[in-house]
T-cell receptor, first 112, second 115 residues
Framework: RKEVEQDPGPFNVPEGATVAFNCTYS??????FFWYRQDCRKEPKLLMS???SGNEDGRFTAQLNRASQYISLLIRDSKLSDSATYLC?????????????FGAGTRLAVHP | AAGVIQSPRHLIKEKRETATLKCYPI?????VYWYQQGPGQDPQFLIS???????DKGSIPDRFSAQQFSDYHSELNMSSLELGDSALYFC??????????????FGPGTRLTVT
């Protein structure tokens, strides 16, 4: 079982739709949580860090539920340019340093 | 803003050859991470360095080694290359700066093809 699990999708949605991605993680000692976006053959780009209180950045809202070890990302008013793979990422903290554990990613395709 | 720089962007090598990948972190970032992403896979952590010392080790093969230099750039050395080493190699950097301590910023990657 992977340490970070995501629904692989693909999610095919029309422009303007609201779409939600979910992610679960198995290490209860995980400290930090992120959503990254990756376009085909490009590097992962940090979309947003996820804080315990939840956070919003424009059309994007991220939520964290530590008790359930669950992270979500909500995208409102989808744009064609939102088409990408969304990676749920958890920071594994050991010895004072962290490494990122990636989920397999959820593919989003926004169509006209 | 300056980003992580990686070179070369593309590299083609034959089996059993060696390769060296370079990474220049974002200015004032003190920690460098290396990841390997195979086709259709998620990035896998290889190794990291903080202040020129190895800080953590992941699934890095014994054939690979890495170091961080005094100017904070890092090099990943790969020897006895195998076909299975063909992948995208990403470098990421971060800095200990309050809330942003654990945010890692990725370079564009080096695409290594082993033939």
């Amino acid at each position: 079982r992977k340490e970070v699990e995501q629904d692989p999708g693909p999610f095919n949605v029309p422009e303007g739709a609201t779409v939600a991605f979910n992610c679960t993680y198995s290490n209860s000692a995980s400290q930090s949580f992120f959503w990254y976006r990756q376009d085909c053959r490009k590097e992962p780009k940090l979309l947003m860090s996820v804080y315990s209180s939840g956070n919003e950045d424009g059309r994007f809202t991220a939520q964290l539920n530590r008790a359930s070890q669950y992270i979500s990302l909500l995208i409102r008013d989808s744009k064609l340019s939102d088409s990408a793979t969304y990676l749920c990422v958890v920071s594994s903290f050991s010895g004072g340093y962290n490494k990122l554990i990636f989920g397999a990613g959820t593919r989003l395709a926004v169509h006209p | 803003a300056a980003g992580v720089i990686q070179s070369p962007r593309h590299l083609i090598k034959e089996k059993r050859e060696t390769a060296t990948l370079k990474c220049y972190p974002i200015p004032r970032h003190d920690t460098v991470y290396w990841y390997q992403q195979g086709p259709g896979q998620d990035p896998q952590f290889l190794i990291s360095f903080y202040e020129k010392m190895q800080s953590d080790k992941g699934s890095i093969p014994d054939r690979f080694s890495a170091q961080q230099f005094s100017d904070y750039h890092s090099e990943l050395n790969m020897s006895s290359l195998e076909l299975g080493d063909s992948a995208l190699y990403f470098c990421a950097s971060s800095t200990k700066d309050g809330l942003r301590t654990y945010e890692q910023y990725f370079g564009p990657g080096t695409r290594l093809t082993v033939t």
